[in-house]
């Protein structure tokens, strides 16, 4: 059975012994990352990129917690940040809570039911941050897509220059590596072609198993590969008035996870190429 991956931590404390007991405390639920400045988990997390939680003393030489995490807020804004403190510094707390820089303050020494709870939770809020988060950019990426297509659809030029700015904006909605728009006539692949690639191995689609069960089943069709640098790989084609003009392709140098609201949207999207490939076809 495959399991869920652990969220990532990162404790900082200038005190080894806390740091060390803050990292037995959370190793089985969480990779947990250490450094014993604020100065050092900047660069930890400079290297190890975002985290879910970071719990930090507040007491530190050189930079206090608050500092530290006032740093984090910009570059990660969803990651959860918990404060230790065994001093009332009531100004810096309420100040850092307020500007949402803190999700959580425990006082030293603390409880570890206490701690543990909190940070169960913070975990939580953090996931549904994160959801939240790409569901917005998702969304905002694909009204992008239709505006393009609107407009271009509005606008006169030629066909092959549309096709290559459908091609990468359909690339960025998508977070796909490589899109290709190619033109059937006559039952065969046509010029022109649009494509978008960041990529120098775009499967070739005249060969591609894939794209020639899109085309005989006349649906979309998504399958995850295991050979080669593609990973994932989307075919579907456009129709117009029931006539074929064209196949889509998404390809990922990733896994990647095809939602039904994604599909939705892609079904959506390739009406309207349709309709601006046959006015200006």
Known sequence: MSRRKKPKMLVVDDEPDNLDLLYRTFRRE???????SGADALNVLATEGEVAVIIS????????????LSQTVEQYPNTMRIILTGFTDVEDLVEAINSGQVYKYITKPWDPTELKGVVDRAAQTYDLLKQRTEELEACESQTLLLSTLVKLTEESQELETALR???????????????ILQIIKDGGFASPVGRYSSTDELLDLSTDALTQEALSSATLQYSELADG???????MPIYYQQKLLALL?????QAYNLSEEEKNSIHTSAQLVGLLIAAMG
Request: hydrophobic residues 45%; negative net charge; proline residues 4%.
């Open 229 to 235: 640098p593609i990973k994932a790989h989307l075919a």
């Open 57 to 68: 003393d507040q007491r530190m030489p050189q930079m206090k917690g608050t500092e530290f």
């Open 249 to 253: 392709s998404l390809q990922w140098t």
């Open 30 to 36: 969480f990779q947990v990352s250490k450094a014993e």
């Open 165 to 179: 700015a459908i091609a990468e904006v359909f690339a960025q909605a998508f977070e796909t590596q490589g899109c």
